[in-house]
Each structure stands twice: as C-alpha cells, then as structure tokens.
C-alpha cells in the first residue's frame, strides 16, 4: 500500500492558481499509475486527471485547458497544477495511485491507494 500525502489547497479568487502537491511514501512509492480526484459536498467524487508513463496524461473535460498533471519520480511527487480556477472547482482534492498502469486509461478506474485529501475553495 502507498502512503500518499497532499498539500497545496487553499482559497483562492476566480481566475487565481494554486498547485497541488502529492507525495508518496518512498518505500512503497510506485511510478505507474497517479492521478487526482475531487469532491464537493453533494456530488460524487470525479476523476480531474491521471497520469503513467505508458499512456501519458489524461484529464476531464472541466479540466481540459485549465489543469496540468505531472509527476518527478525522483521526488515521489505528484503535482496539479490548477488555473483559471471556478467557483465550480472547488471541492475536496485527492491523490490516487494504483500498480497497474492501465488504471491510467480511464478516470472511471478504480484505484488502490488513496490520501487525505485538500481542500480547495475558489470564491470571490
């Protein structure tokens, strides 16, 4: 099981970034699949986007143009970054990670580990 921890969340105005920070235990870190996920009060937890080596990025459409995953192994760490921000993108952040690369083709997978999640509020 991967230990993961975020960081990064926070409150921020429309329009504003933030960048999300996901780091992996060490010793149990594994490089193939990661992703984030996010959910608001109400709403089902959905996947913002993933990433693997063999597949590359993935991401939902809210995030298409806006967001960008990406990873240093060397680190164990994860990242999102988030611009552009919504009303509409604020929700509780998770870090997921699965063995399988493959887990990476779909955000509707489902993965192994998960963390504690983040929060991020966007409001004027």
């Known amino acids: 099981q991967v230990q993961l921890s975020e960081s990064g969340g926070g409150s921020v105005q429309p329009g504003g970034s933030l960048r999300l920070s996901c780091a992996a235990d060490?010793?149990?870190?594994?490089?193939?699949?990661m992703a984030w996920f996010r959910q608001s009060p109400g709403k089902q937890r959905e996947g913002v986007a993933a990433?693997?080596?063999?597949?590359?990025?993935l991401y939902s459409d809210p995030a298409k143009g806006r967001f960008t995953i990406s990873r240093d192994d060397a680190k164990n760490t994860v990242y999102l970054q988030m611009n552009d921000l919504k009303p509409e993108d604020s929700a509780m952040y998770y870090c997921?990670?699965?063995?399988?690369?493959?887990?990476?083709?779909?955000?509707?997978?489902?993965?192994?580990?998960w963390g504690q999640g983040t929060q991020v509020t966007v409001s004027s």
């Open positions: 997921a990670a699965d063995s399988l690369e493959n887990t990476c083709r779909s955000l509707y997978n489902r993965f192994e580990d």
């Open positions: 060490a010793t149990t870190y594994s490089n193939d699949c």
């Open positions: 990433i693997s080596i063999r597949f590359g990025t």
